[in-house]
């Protein structure tokens, strides 16, 4: 303890030297030489109440140490005891946090110096509030954004940034302040503003506001380019109003639309507003061959997904798979959505040869298989009961590399239990990524199919257990295991699952 005392007194007297001479960088050489239970010994010599050179002795200790963690807790701690930290402080802790590319710790620095009432410099903010912005951290951007405000400090970049990240994100409070400050201070907005604030009125579904903010946007002869266009057209969609929508979309195309977008997004978007307003697919198809054939342009990826969905939701399978091939005709590589719409519907409609026929193309083109594909395949086959094909199917996924994830992993249950193999499925269940509820009733289902009721039951509570909340669903499948494993009353049973979990379940006979 002695010795304790004395390296803190020595400390101390540096400190009172390193203070007086306002040569703080004579500290290093004594602080605690490579001390390592820093904190303790601090706390231990240094009396309480503390002074507030206390504070800043300890705060220094972990500078010159390399303790960025402690620093920033000490300095916090000092605020709530009521003693300014030196802004230095600060500003050290945020350059090497800046430096080590630590967004976190720079962020909460920032805000912390800015909440304390120090005026940080206009290019340190700019840059934490970057890193934030590059490493995709909304929440980290609105502290700095919320705390500058506080400051009263104003930095050009960081607003202009804040209006188009609000837009991005919906949040129409800081998309408005963030664009009234902007104006306030006669900075001009730009088409990206103006998007992004049309964009938090639309998601809002304040669509007056949002054509209002178009409407500026055009009276200060800002030039919409095809981006712009794609946004109204958009949003006139989401408002219902298919006329509106068509007059919106044939003056995109009358103008001169320099664009950050191509011209075929803005057809694009015509055509997503078609699909979201009518269900008249000979509509769609006229828009759709009027991309070619009248303007020239060659329809994308987009163009033929948005048509197969259409074709999908008014059944017309066959449209559908035609324009699946024209797309892989013209050399367009299928994406993710339209594949797994298709497979989707020859699963509903149960068109195995279809769907074998589909996912046998899809596999030996360069389209990349996923674990939905591989799902809804072997769902498909089990119902009908193709148990071989799909068994071929599950044997080629180490070979083809496909992450097993929670829907394959039900999928696969389900089917060894439609192959009377519990311990297959209890193998797979045992290995799954995550155990959700999902699994749960696929185990559960597996159970009931080979008659081992009670197990099934058990796999019931075992999920309760574990705080995973049941679906109506499952209450079904109790109901059936119960009924069939035993004379316990079901209703008995499923009125005292459904107060301990709160699941609501409607009656089924």
Sequence with gaps: MAGTCRAVESLRKAFDVAVSRGRLDLLRSVCFKGEKNLSALIRTAIPEPRQAEHWHLEALAYYWTGDRRRLFFVLK???????????????????TSIEERQANMAQATLVEALRAGYRMQDAACEEVFNICHNSGSYPGCCAIYEALRENGMFIESVYKKMVWLSGKYGDLRIAKDSFAELNARGIDSDEEMYIALILAFARHNDFVNAFAAFDEMRVK???????????????????????????????????????????????????????????????????????????????????????????????????????LL?????????????????LSMYGRVGDVRAAEDLFAGLREGSVKLNSFHYSTMIGLLRRHGEIAKAMELVNSLNQMQIPIDEMLSASIIDLHGNNSSLSSAMEVFQQAPVRTVIIYEAIMRACIAVGEYARGVKFFSEMVGKNIRPRKQTYYLVRWEVTDASPICPRVLILKLVLTTGVQTCSRN
């Design 77 to 95: 701690e000092m605020r709530s005891c009521g003693v300014m930290p030196m802004q230095n402080a600060y500003a050290s802790l945020i350059e």
């Design 326 to 342: 024209r797309c892989i005709e013209a050399g367009i590589e299928p994406n993710y959505q339209m594949s797994t719409t298709l």
């Design 221 to 323: 002869r800002i030039e919409p380019s095809a981006r712009t266009w794609h946004t109204m057209i958009e949003v006139q969609s989401r408002v219902g109003n298919m006329d509106a929508m068509t007059a919106l979309y044939e003056e995109a195309l009358r103008s001169n639309a320099k664009s950050l977008y191509s011209l075929i997004e803005v057809h694009n978007a015509y055509l997503a507003g078609l699909y979201r307003c009518t269900s008249d697919t000979r509509l769609m198809e006229k828009a759709f061959k009027d991309i070619s054939e009248k303007y020239g342009l060659e329809p994308n990826r987009s163009s033929y997904s948005i048509m197969i969905k259409a074709y999908v939701r008014s059944r017309e399978y066959e449209q559908a798979k035609k324009a």
